[in-house]
Nanobody
Framework: QVQLVESGGGSVQAGGSLRLSCAAF????????MGWFRQAPGKEREGVAA???????RYSDSVKGRFTLSQDNAKNTLYLQMNTLKPEDTAMYYC??????????????????????WGQGTQVTVSS
């Protein structure tokens, strides 16, 4: 079974930066779509960003211009560089993956329900 392990979370003041990592184990598919998601207390889980096998990416409007997604294929690791953090970015951040392409043309490509494999999350807390 696929295993995803997140790391890099922590506490930071507003305006600061963090870099999250997601290490993937046991994935055997030829095509994939991997993404970062977050869930704050009392809120629904939302898609933050996702990356395709061809390195194409998509970001939610709330993080566009501040967060950058990248991947290291040799290390099977996904990264999320988070800059200019805001208190509203405070949440548990999860890494997830699905078989096949991301399919950017669909209505909600960052929907959490599309992704069957999930990590356990890493907490990000941004203070003002």
């Amino acid at each position: 079974q696929v295993q995803l392990v997140e790391s890099g979370g922590g506490s930071v003041q507003a305006g600061g930066s963090l870099r999250l990592s997601c290490a993937a184990f046991g994935y055997t598919g030829s095509s994939y779509c991997m993404g970062w998601f977050r869930q704050a207390p009392g809120k629904e889980r939302e898609g933050v960003a996702a990356i395709e096998s061809d390195d194409s990416t998509r970001y939610s409007d709330s993080v566009k211009g501040r967060f950058t997604l990248s991947q290291d294929n040799a290390k099977n690791t996904l990264y999320l560089q988070m800059n200019t953090l805001k208190p509203e970015d405070t949440a548990m951040y999860y890494c997830a993956v699905k078989f096949g392409r991301c399919l950017w043309s669909i209505a909600t490509p960052l929907s959490p329900t599309r992704f069957p494999y999930w990590g356990q999350g890493t907490q990000v807390t941004v203070s003002s």
